[in-house]
């Protein structure tokens, strides 16, 4: 510990990991602590130039290509989008693709709120801070936000955001922090460094012996201890985040998130595509966005796939569940200006942990309505209902080994995919 960690890990990087006094819900669904991956392609994607293929008619305009099964899931391909393929050669047996989720409006900041958190309430936590709450709540920074949605609600002290210019490497980085007017930043030597963690730890034995032996107090005190390890834990990944300024390209987001995971620094992280989705002039712009995250993903994925999981014999892809999401699609038609509007209805990937992959769950018609389904096996039914978003956050969070209706109240779980 140095001068600059007394001050700064044990107040800012403390308020960022101290532990809540919300207590944990037990889960009632797995003892399996998963770790969570959100990417979040937020704009609204076009679900029809991959996950839901469809045939171009009066009803609907489609992009060049074809339907391509893999196995048992069927995906929209086309030589001039690679990663697509690419991706879904190597892990449509990982991947689940659940289309037809009904959001209920076309507005995007309502219809992030409802695909993050699974409710209609803005102060309700997204599924990323419920699993970093409830699975991984001693971790330095349980979750790690480095896009640019997520919505911490009451588990806001569990969460971290980067910041839209990396602002999160002030408290990492000394020589990045603030301006010096061309002094040399304050060091200290490792004399100085051995007086401040015995002053650290003669203060907390004091306050213990005064004020904090017991309940509340005893609990805050030792917060403050655990803050600064957990400090020191979060620093270890500095490198991942850059320099100051820097905006995280999502290639640059998938190392730092799986060496943010691998090294126990976090539970939870979400990603952000950082791609113009929202295409109401050129629907063109899909192809090439459709190939920066397929290939972000395939990244991922190999990433996990090669990196040790926490039980020996075993990789991080068998303790981690990935979901890439939209917050709604696009207009089954073309607009007058080549583009496409919002559309209420998505699709979404669950892939990895917990997940029954290689095949399609949920169904749309021909012009992208959602079409009501048997939760049991994800089929269309006419007896069945349709898919929303509250229902697939609840499968989700299932996956993960979290109680649901703890979180997003008592609704029907649509866990056809989960294992």
């Known amino acids: 510990m140095n001068r600059r960690d007394l001050l700064t890990l044990a107040g800012a990087a403390g308020a960022l990991s101290l532990l809540p006094s919300v207590r944990r819900a037990t889960a009632a669904t797995s003892n399996a602590p998963r770790r969570l991956i959100i990417v979040f392609a937020s704009g609204g994607w076009d679900t029809t130039w991959a ?8 009803t609907i305009d489609v992009p060049l290509g074809a339907k391509q099964s893999f196995g048992n899931l069927d995906v929209f391909t086309d030589p001039s989008r690679p990663n697509v393929t690419g991706f879904f050669t190597r892990y449509a047996p990982l991947t689940a693709v659940v289309r037809g989720i009904s959001v209920g409006s076309v507005a995007h900041k309502e219809c992030v709120k409802r695909m993050a958190t699974g409710t209609r309430s803005e102060t309700n936590a997204d599924i990323g801070a419920i699993v970093a709450h409830e699975r991984g709540n001693d971790l330095p920074l349980p979750y790690l936000i480095l896009g640019e949605t997520a919505f911490a609600g009451p588990y806001a002290v569990s969460s971290g955001r980067v910041g839209s210019t990396n602002q999160i490497i002030a408290l990492l980085d000394p020589a990045q922090a603030y301006p010096t007017n061309g002094k040399a930043p304050l060091a200290t030597t490792s004399a100085e460094d051995a007086l401040l963690t015995r002053y650290a730890n003669a203060t907390a034995a004091r306050m213990r012996a005064v004020r904090g032996a017991t309940g509340y107090n005893r609990k805050r005190v030792d917060d403050f201890v655990d803050s600064i390890g957990r400090g020191k834990r979060l620093q270890a990944v500095r490198d991942g985040f850059g320099a100051r300024g820097r905006t995280l390209t999502l290639d640059s987001q998938v190392d730092l998130a799986l060496d943010a995971l691998q090294r126990d620094v976090s539970q939870t992280v979400m990603l ?35 990196r040790p999981g926490r039980n020996a014999g075993t990789k991080m892809i068998d303790d981690t569940t990935v979901i890439c999401m939209s917050e709604f699609s696009r207009t089954p038609k073309l607009n007058a200006n080549g583009g496409k509007d919002h559309w209420p209805v998505t699709s979404a990937m669950v892939m990895g942990a917990g997940i029954k992959g290689g095949r399609a769950y949920g169904q749309t018609s021909n012009a992208v309505e959602a079409l009501p389904i048997d939760f049991t096996t994800g089929r269309q039914s006419a007896t069945g209902r349709v898919l929303t978003s509250s229902h697939f956050i609840g499968g989700v969070l299932q996956a993960c080994g979290v109680a649901p209706e703890a979180h997003i109240g008592p609704t029907e779980v649509f866990d056809a995919f989960v294992e």
């Open 51 to 58: 996950l839901d293929p469809k045939v171009a008619s009066t």
């Open 272 to 306: 952000s595509t950082r791609l113009a989705w929202d295409t109401h002039t050129d629907i063109s712009d899909q192809s090439g966005f459709h190939e920066t995250t397929f290939g972000g993903l395939t990244q991922l994925l190999d990433g996990l796939s090669a």
